[in-house]
C-alpha cells in the first residue's frame, strides 16, 4: 500500500472519528484516572428491564419479531424474565452488595410497577432504555424522537423520583441526533458506544458536558448466549477473564467493567451459577468500586473530564502539525 504523505494524511482527518461524536484518543498517555478509595476498577451491573408487546405497531425498518404474529415463544420467555428471573437475579446482586443499574423500557413503570418499585427500594439507579422494547428509533423525525425521550425520562422520574442520567437506545437503535436529543433533554452519559474501556468526552451539538460509559457488548449475556452460542461456563470464564485484564490495566489508570444482563437470559436456572460464579470472583478482590453507572459518570465529569479535554486537544495539536 502507497504510503500517503503527510499532507494527504491531515486532509483526511486521520486524528478525527467518522462519527463526529468524539476524537480519536489513544488508550496510552492519557491522565490517569484513580476511582474512589484509591480503586484501581470501577464495576457495574446493567440488568435490562424491558417490556415488549406481542403485536407492536409496525417499524418500516424493522421487525420486532421473527416469526409471525403472534410469537408467542419470543413474548413468553421475556414474560418469564420479568415474572421470575428478575427475583432470582435480584437475589444474586443483593448477596453481593451489587446495587444494579437498570436499563428500563419506562413502559414497565406502568405494566409492572412492583419490580421498579423493588428496584427502587434497594437504591438501584434506573437508566432510560426508552419505553417498549419493540419500538424503535429508526425513521423517526427529530421531533418524535425527542417526544420519545422524555416521556420515557418524564415517566422513569414520576415513577422512581429521580431523573435519568444515562441511555441505552431501545434494542440499540438510535439516530445520528439521539445523543444530541438525550444530552438537550438533560443527560450525562450514554451506553450506545462500545469503543473504549474507560470514560471519555462526547461531542454534542448542544456543548454540553456528556459522556460515554463503557457498556460492554462482549460481556452482555445476550450477545453471548444468542448471537454467539456460548455455553454457561465459557461466559462465566470470559467475564473473569475479561476483569482480569481490566484490573491488571487498572492499576495504571483506572478502567471500567460492566456486565449487561437480560432476566431471561442470565437468570435461566442453568445459567445463574455462571454469574453468581463470576460476581464471588470479581467482589472478592480488593481496589474494586463496586458502583452505578450514574456514579461512575458523576465521578469522572467531576475529576476527570476538563483534562480529558485537554489531553484531547493537546495530541489533535501535536498530531496536525506532524
Keep these: ?40 476498577i ?6 435490562n428491564i424491558e417490556f415488549y408487546e406481542l403485536d407492536p405497531p409496525a417499524n418500516p425498518c424493522r421487525k420486532p419479531w421473527p416469526r409471525p404474529y403472534p410469537d408467542v415463544g419470543g ?17 444474586l446482586l ?5 446495587r444494579g443499574s437498570v436499563s428500563l423500557s419506562a413502559a414497565l413503570c406502568e405494566h409492572h410497577p412492583e419490580i421498579v418499585a423493588a428496584c427502587a427500594g434497594r437504591d438501584w439507579e434506573f437508566f432510560s432504555h426508552g419505553i417498549y422494547n419493540t419500538r424503535y428509533t429508526y425513521g ?21 423520583g429521580r431523573r435519568p442520567a444515562g441511555y441505552l437506545a431501545p434494542a440499540l437503535s438510535h439516530s445520528e441526533r439521539t445523543m444530541d436529543l438525550f444530552a438537550e433533554a438533560g443527560g450525562v452519559y450514554t451506553c450506545d458506544l462500545f469503543h473504549d474501556d474507560q470514560p471519555t468526552p462526547v461531542r454534542v451539538r448542544g456543548g454540553q458536558r456528556f459522556i460515554s460509559i463503557p457498556y460492554s457488548l462482549e460481556m452482555n449475556d445476550t450477545i453471548a448466549y444468542v448471537v454467539n452460542r456460548i455455553e454457561p ?23 471500567v467493567m460492566c456486565i449487561p444482563t ?25 481496589d474494586v468500586w463496586v458502583t452505578t453507572g450514574r456514579e461512575i459518570a458523576e465521578y469522572f465529569l467531576n475529576h476527570y473530564y476538563d483534562a480529558a479535554l485537554e489531553d484531547i486537544r493537546r495530541k489533535l495539536e501535536v498530531a496536525d502539525g506532524a
Design 262 to 286: 437480560h432476566n431471561y437470559q442470565v437468570s435461566c436456572p442453568h445459567r445463574l451459577h455462571a454469574l453468581e460464579q463470576a460476581l464471588d470472583y470479581i467482589t472478592g478482590h480488593e
Design 42 to 47: 470501577a464495576f457495574w451491573v446493567a440488568p
Design 94 to 98: 443483593d448477596r453481593f452488595g451489587i
Design 1 to 40: 500500500m502507497r504510503r500517503q504523505p503527510k499532507t494527504e494524511q491531515k486532509h483526511t482527518g486521520a486524528m478525527h472519528s467518522d462519527l463526529k461524536l468524539y476524537d480519536y484518543w489513544p488508550y496510552r498517555d492519557r491522565p490517569r484516572i484513580v476511582w474512589p478509595g484509591g480503586a484501581r
Design 233 to 255: 461456563r465459557r461466559y462465566g470464564a470470559m467475564l473473569r477473564d475479561n476483569f482480569d485484564r481490566l484490573y491488571a490495566e487498572g492499576e495504571s489508570s483506572g478502567t
Design 140 to 160: 423517526l423525525s427529530e421531533e418524535q424522537e425527542r417526544a420519545m425521550i422524555l416521556d420515557a425520562m418524564d415517566t422513569i422520574e414520576k415513577h422512581t
Design 75 to 91: 413474548y413468553s420467555i421475556r414474560d418469564y424474565g420479568n415474572r421470575v428471573g428478575h427475583e432470582r437475579q435480584m437475589r
